[in-house]
């Protein structure tokens, strides 16, 4: 299944953590694409593979414990899975690049805000040493750092944990790369830093045409801001569906109580994934059957022996035996 109009395709993509005594599959199977200027939103909770998904597309694994057992990422029909490094360092930042979960990952400590920025661009871009300044200043400015002249002369650990995180989109921008991939860019940030931050995501999208993947645990910020959303579980997609679909018509279980949660959290905007009953198991030990199935009112023995494979409905893909009707939820 190819989408020619997709910039990035995913297609059955498996990652392992491992070593002599074992390993374990954090990603199973994944597949979406992302078309230009569209942005499909990664949830599920804590260790279900989100920033793995994130790592191995943008040939970031840890090694020699992470890698890509199957499948392909292909960006712009090029496939990316078993590139050799020095191609994938020119893609990296000059055609897709990472805002990290914790942006001091990405910032180096001895070097200033300037002369990282502009080695990025000169790197990338291929601009002049004068032009890149020019670059990384028009960019600080972009994403809201006032006094943005002076910043470029500080270095990371003189900002503020906000003020980083904008320099590390800024960054992430610089090189107008075609995919952006965002893992959970604001969570370290308070409300009113999060909302601003998101907006000049949007805006930068708009102007470039940028494809984003944005994983977060927030779905207010999924609601405002994905087109298509992808729900993982146990390093498996359970559900994949059009963003209105997926909030007004919710069909796997598990994301069904997701939703169905969300009306119970008093605070205006939700900060993090609402609670399902039960906890996640560990990838060393999944059942047999569906990963779910322990903390599935719906579970029945069939789905404790054998694993659901996705499926159309309607205009969503779900992995569920016993999938929830496709009535509004009230
Ligand atoms: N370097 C590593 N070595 C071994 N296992 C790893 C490594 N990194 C991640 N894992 C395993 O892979 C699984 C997925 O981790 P990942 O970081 O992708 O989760 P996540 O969905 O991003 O979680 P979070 O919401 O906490 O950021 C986890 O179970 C974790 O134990
Ligand atoms: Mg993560």
Redesign the pocket.
């Known amino acids: 299944m190819s989408n020619n109009d997709a910039l990035l395709e995913v297609e059955n993509l498996c990652?392992e953590?491992?070593d002599r005594r074992g390993a374990?599959r954090?990603?199973d199977r994944i597949s979406f694409e992302v078309e230009p200027g569209r942005t499909l939103g990664?949830v599920?909770?804590?260790?279900?593979?989100?920033?793995?998904?994130?790592?191995a597309i943008m040939g970031l694994?840890?090694r020699p414990?992470?890698r890509i057992t199957a499948g392909a990422i292909r960006l712009s029909g090029t496939e990316l899975a078993g590139l050799p490094e020095n191609r994938m360092r020119r893609i990296r930042g000059a055609e897709m690049s990472m805002i990290f979960?914790e942006p001091m990952t990405a910032l180096n400590p001895v070097y200033t805000i300037g002369a990282q920025m502009s080695a990025v661009v000169r790197r990338h871009a291929g601009l002049s040493r004068r032009a890149a300044r020019r670059r990384a200043l028009e960019m600080l400015e972009r994403v809201g750092i006032p006094l943005a002249q002076r910043r470029l002369a500080e270095y990371p650990h003189e900002l503020s944990g906000g003020m980083r995180q904008r320099v590390m989109i800024a960054m992430a921008l610089s090189c107008r790369p075609r995919l952006l991939i965002a893992?959970?860019p604001t969570t370290a940030l308070d409300v009113t830093t999060q909302a601003q931050v998101l907006e000049q995501i949007k805006a930068l999208q708009r102007d470039f045409d940028t494809a984003v993947v944005l994983?977060t645990?927030d779905l207010g910020v999924v609601a405002e801001t994905c087109d298509e959303v992808v729900v993982?579980y146990c390093?498996r997609m359970v559900e994949r569906a059009p963003v209105e679909a997926l909030f007004s018509a919710p069909r796997h279980r598990y994301t069904e109580g997701l939703i169905q949660a969300i009306p119970k959290i008093r605070t205006r905007r939700l900060t993090r994934l609402p609670v399902v009953p039960g906890s996640v198991p560990?990838?060393s030990e999944l059942p047999p059957g569906c990963c779910f199935a322990a903390r599935c009112a719906h579970a029945d023995t069939h789905c404790l022996r054998r694993q659901p494979a996705l499926e159309r409905m309607g205009p969503s893909r779900v992995a569920c035996f016993h999938p929830a009707d496709a009535e509004p939820v009230r």
């Not at 989100?50 to 790592?55: A, I, M, R, V």
């Open positions: 990652v953590f491992g374990v954090a990603v990664i599920g909770e804590s260790g279900c593979g989100k920033s793995t998904t994130s790592l694994l840890p414990a992470g979960q893992d959970e994983i645990h993982m390093g560990d990838l």
